[in-house]
């Protein structure tokens, strides 16, 4: 794919193993052994993606993700935190609400990682014909210049429930599964990653900023826009 992929990792053996796999896929990588490393090194390189741990000793990756979304310069860059400790629903919700793009637990196999890594830099990279302005009950997306307005006022949706919000604005009033909203929103295989808590976190963070009665919840089915 020839995108560039910076691991940041205190952990030697595992810093090697991903860099090893990323690297069997054709993708360029470069590592760093702390957070303070890593951020400088994400600013400096610009990579296509930045690949963190959560628990480094100098500065942790929640830190990381959200001083490089806070940065124009940097805002762009998508980030996946990965853990092996902070691993509560809190932790995820606050990496994930501190513009991580992803938030992967460990012990991972390395196919579902690439997978993952893979679905983020598609959402990165829309194809052309995806560039379409969705507008419905007073929402506008414009996917081309990713900005969400409602009532003509910017609203602040991270990547992930921005792509959320357009795949139900496409299908107005029809109920979706969170089996095809892992697949159509987050690109991945459900023979290797199925979990509905993915979709119902998004999904919960989605309907507090544009309001819980655009988007119902369809007990037991999934999950529709209401037009």
């Known amino acids: 794919m020839g995108e560039r992929i910076l691991v940041i990792d ?9 860099k090893t796999w990323l690297e069997k ?23 296509s993606l930045v690949l963190t741990d959560a628990d480094l000793p100098d500065l942790d990756g929640h830190a990381v993700c959200r001083l490089l979304k806070q940065d124009p ?8 935190i990965m853990s092996g400790t902070m691993m509560e629903e809190r ?10 793009d992803d938030y992967v637990l ?8 690439i997978a993952r890594i893979r679905a983020v830099l598609r959402r990165f990279h829309p194809e ?39 795949v139900l604005l496409e299908k107005p009033g029809r109920v979706l599964t969170p089996s095809f909203l892992l697949e159509a929103v987050w690109g991945y295989d459900l023979a290797d990653y199925n979990d509905p808590h ?7 963070r989605l309907r507090k900023k544009i309001g819980s009665d655009r988007i119902e919840n369809v007990s037991g089915v999934g999950y529709k826009f209401v037009p």
Request: net charge neutral; aromatic share 2%.
């Open 10 to 18: 205190d952990d030697k053996q595992l810093l090697q193993a991903v």
């Open 128 to 166: 052309p014909q995806a560039a379409q302005t969705l507008k419905a009950r007073g929402i506008v997306l414009d996917p081309e210049a990713r900005e969400a307005k409602i009532q003509g006022k910017a609203v602040q949706l991270t990547r992930k429930e921005f792509d959320l919000l357009a």
């Open 106 to 113: 460990k012990p991972f196999p390395m196919r579902v990682l």
């Open 198 to 204: 993915t979709v119902e976190t998004h999904v919960s």
């Open 73 to 80: 310069a940097t805002r762009s860059l998508p980030v996946i």
């Open 91 to 100: 932790d995820i919700i606050a990496g994930l609400e501190g513009g991580a």
């Open 25 to 47: 896929q054709d993708l360029t990588v470069s590592t760093a052994s702390g957070g303070k490393e890593g951020l400088n090194a994400a600013r400096e390189t610009r990579p």
